[in-house]
Nanobody, 118 residues
Framework: QVQLVESGGGLVQPGGSLRLSCAASGITFNLYDMGWYRQAPGKQRELVAV???????NYADSVKGRFTISRDNAKNAVNLQLNSLKPEDTAVYYC????????????WGQGTPVNVSS
């Protein structure tokens, strides 16, 4: 059974930082590209950052220079460091795993909420 479990969300003031983590089980982790997405109230889910199985990362323009994605293949985990947070970063953040050979094999976590407010 595949499970992606996110953690680390919470309430933070503008300018603050958070570190999100996603622990994966039930998959061969190094055969999956890992991504972080977010969905704000009333908006569509959007890509925040992705890191390939080989370690190449890409970011949405809105978070470049502020967020950093990383993966630990030994721990089957992907992290997202969120710095210089803004109120518009408020959303539920989701972890996604996509198989590098079979792109239709994708899995989502349940999400962790991030609320940036003073």
């Amino acid at each position: 059974q595949v499970q992606l479990v996110e953690s680390g969300g919470g309430l933070v003031q503008p300018g603050g930082s958070l570190r999100l983590s996603c622990a994966a089980s039930g998959i061969t982790f190094n055969l999956y590209d890992m991504g972080w997405y977010r969905q704000a109230p009333g908006k569509q889910r959007e890509l925040v950052a992705v890191i390939t199985s080989g370690g190449t990362s890409n970011y949405a323009d809105s978070v470049k220079g502020r967020f950093t994605i990383s993966r630990d293949n030994a721990k089957n985990a992907v992290n997202l460091q969120l710095n210089s947070l803004k109120p518009e970063d408020t959303a539920v953040y989701y972890c996604k795993a996509t198989n590098i050979y079979f792109r239709f094999h994708e899995y989502w976590g349940q999400g962790t909420p991030v609320n940036v407010s003073s």
